[in-house]
C-alpha cells in the first residue's frame, strides 16, 4: 500500500489528477421516477466499447479480399478457439447497441432532454446515430456472403436514384459500376478506420457536453421540484449512479453473452456475383422500416419515380429530426406537443413496419 | 462520506440522498468486480490470440522442378508446403534437396556454383552439399529431404524416419 501511495504521489505532484477528476466527486444525478431512462446512454457506450474490443480481435484474422473475406470468416468461426464467439459478441453487440441508441434517442425526446440549453448534445447524439447505421451498413457487407453481397448491391442501387448526382454516388459507394472486389476495400476501411475516428471524435464532444449541462431534468419533474423543493432528490454520481451504471452492463453483458452463445452469428452462403439473388433478400432489421416502405410505394406518384419519392422523405425526416431543438420554438406555444406527437407516431411507424417486413413472405 | 452526504439541504437546497456504502467500500467492490469479470474475459480472449496451427507447413512432399530445367552445378529454390526449398543439380548430375531455410536466423540460402557449397548470404554461413554446417554461424545442418524423379518431373520428400 505505501508503494501504491508513493505511485499516486509522484503521479498526483505532476499531473494533479485530483483536480481532473473533482468534478467526479461532486456531480450528482437528480432521481425520480424516469430515472431509470438515463441508463441508456451508458449501456450503448458500454455496447461501443464491447464493438471496439471484438472489432480489434476480428481483424487479426479477417482478411478483405472477395476471394478470403468469406473463408477467413468461415476460419474464425470454425478454427480460430473462442472465434465463434468473438465474431457472435460482435454481432449481437452492434444489433443492441443500434437498438440502445434509438431507445435512448425517443427518451431523450419524449422527456425533453434536447431543449436548451443541451442542442448541440442532441445533434452530437443523432450524428453518432447515423454513424451506428453507417457501422451496421458497411460491416454488413464484410463477411461476404449472398445476403449481404445482395443487400448492398440494392441499398447502392436506392442510391443511385437520387437525381443529378445518383450516379457518381452509387460509383462512389461501389468503387466502380458493380459490387465487387472494390466495394469490399471501400466498406472495410470505411468500417475499420473512417467511421472509429469520426465516432471516437464525436463521442468525446458528446460526453463532454453531458458533463457539462449534467443530467436533464424533465419538465414535468422539473415543474413540481420548483413548487415542492423538499421533494427534490439527487444521489452522487460516484458511487452511487456509478453502481447504477456497471449493474446495467452487467445485465447487458450477461444478455449479449447468451445471445452469442444460444443464438450465434450465421454466415450463409459465399457471394456469387453470377448467380441469381435468392429468394428473401432483406436488409438488417434497422433497415427494414425503409425498405418496407419502399417496396409498399407505387412505381409512379404524379408521375415521379415512387422510390425517389421514399429516399427524398428518408432525407428530409431525417434532416427534420436533426434539426429538431432549434425547430421546436418555431412551432409555436404547442411546440412540444407536436415534436412528441411526432415521436410517438415514429415509433409506431418503425416499430409496424419493421414486424411487417420481417413477418411478410 | 454517507454522513456527509445525508446531512441535507446542500447549497443548491435540493436533497442528496445519502449514499448507501462508503467510498472505500465502494471502490472495494468496484476494483474486485472488475478484476474478477476482466479475468474472465480474458481467458477466451488469449485463447482466440494463439493462432490455430497451419495446415500447409507440414506438407510431406511437393514437386520440385522437372527435369533438364537445372544444369549440372546449378541450384534452384522452390516452395515446399510454407517454406522455401532448395533443389541442387551436383556436376555429376545427380540431385540433391534440403531445406533453404538456414539454421542461424532463417534467411534463405543458394547454392553457389563457383564454390559448390550451399551459402546464407545474411551471415556467410556455409553447408557442404549435403547441408551439413560446414562454416560461419550456422549450428545445425540443413534438413536434407528425399529426391524421386518421377518422369519428367522431379518430387522431394521428407526423409522417413526408420
Known sequence: ?361 | MSTIASAAPTSRGEQLIASSMPRRRALLLLMGSLVSSLGTLCYPILRYLIPPGETNSSANDALAGMVGELKPNSGKTFRFGSRPALLVRLATGEYRSMSAVCTHLGCTVQYRPETQQIWCPCHNGCYDLNGRNVGGPPPRPLPAFDVEVRGQEIYVSRKQVA
Open chain 1, 1 to 361: 500500500m505505501k508503494t501504491a501511495a508513493l505511485i499516486w504521489t509522484w503521479i498526483e505532484e505532476r499531473f494533479d489528477v485530483g483536480e481532473l477528476i473533482a468534478p467526479l466527486r461532486s456531480k450528482t444525478v437528480p432521481r425520480h421516477r424516469f430515472s431509470i431512462w438515463y441508463l441508456l446512454g451508458g449501456i450503448t457506450l458500454f455496447l461501443f466499447f464491447v464493438q471496439v474490443l471484438t472489432g480489434l480481435l476480428l481483424l487479426l484474422y479477417y482478411r478483405p479480399s472477395t476471394q478470403e473475406a468469406y473463408e477467413s470468416v468461415q476460419y474464425i468461426t470454425t478454427r480460430v478457439q473462442f472465434g465463434w464467439l468473438v465474431r457472435s459478441v460482435h454481432f449481437w453487440s452492434a444489433n443492441l447497441m443500434i437498438f440502445m441508441a434509438v431507445a435512448h434517442m425517443f427518451s431523450v425526446v419524449l422527456l425533453r432532454a434536447y431543449r436548451k440549453p443541451r442542442e448541440l448534445t442532441w445533434v452530437s447524439g443523432m450524428l453518432l446515430l447515423f454513424l451506428a447505421l453507417g457501422f451496421g451498413f458497411s460491416g454488413y457487407l464484410l463477411p461476404w456472403n449472398t445476403l449481404s453481397f445482395f443487400a448492398t448491391k440494392v441499398a447502392s442501387e436506392v442510391a443511385g436514384q437520387v437525381p443529378l448526382v445518383g450516379h457518381a454516388l452509387l460509383v462512389f459507394m461501389r468503387g466502380g459500376e458493380d459490387v465487387g472486389g472494390a466495394t469490399l476495400a471501400r466498406f472495410f476501411s470505411l468500417h475499420v478506420v473512417v467511421l472509429p475516428a469520426l465516432a471516437a471524435t464525436l463521442l468525446m464532444l458528446h460526453l463532454w457536453l453531458v458533463q457539462k449541462f449534467g443530467m436533464s431534468v424533465p419538465p414535468s419533474v422539473e415543474s413540481h421540484w420548483t413548487e415542492v423543493p423538499e421533494v427534490r432528490q439527487e444521489v452522487r454520481f460516484f458511487p452511487d449512479f456509478l453502481l447504477r451504471d456497471l449493474m446495467a452492463w452487467c445485465v447487458i453483458l450477461a444478455a449479449l453473452l447468451v445471445l452469442a452463445a444460444a443464438l450465434p452469428a450465421e454466415l450463409g452462403h459465399k457471394a456469387d456475383p453470377f448467380a441469381p439473388t435468392p429468394f428473401g433478400i432483406k436488409p438488417e432489421w434497422y433497415f427494414l422500416a425503409q425498405f418496407q416502405t419502399l417496396r409498399l410505394l407505387p412505381a409512379k406518384i404524379f408521375g415521379i419515380e415512387g422510390e425517389l419519392i421514399g429516399v427524398f422523405g428518408f432525407g428530409l425526416a431525417g434532416a427534420l429530426w436533426l434539426a429538431l431543438p432549434f425547430l421546436e420554438g418555431r412551432l409555436g406555444r404547442n411546440g412540444s406537443r407536436w415534436v412528441r406527437a411526432a415521436a410517438l407516431l415514429g415509433m409506431v411507424y418503425l416499430g409496424s413496419l419493421t414486424l411487417y417486413a420481417y413477418f411478410a413472405k
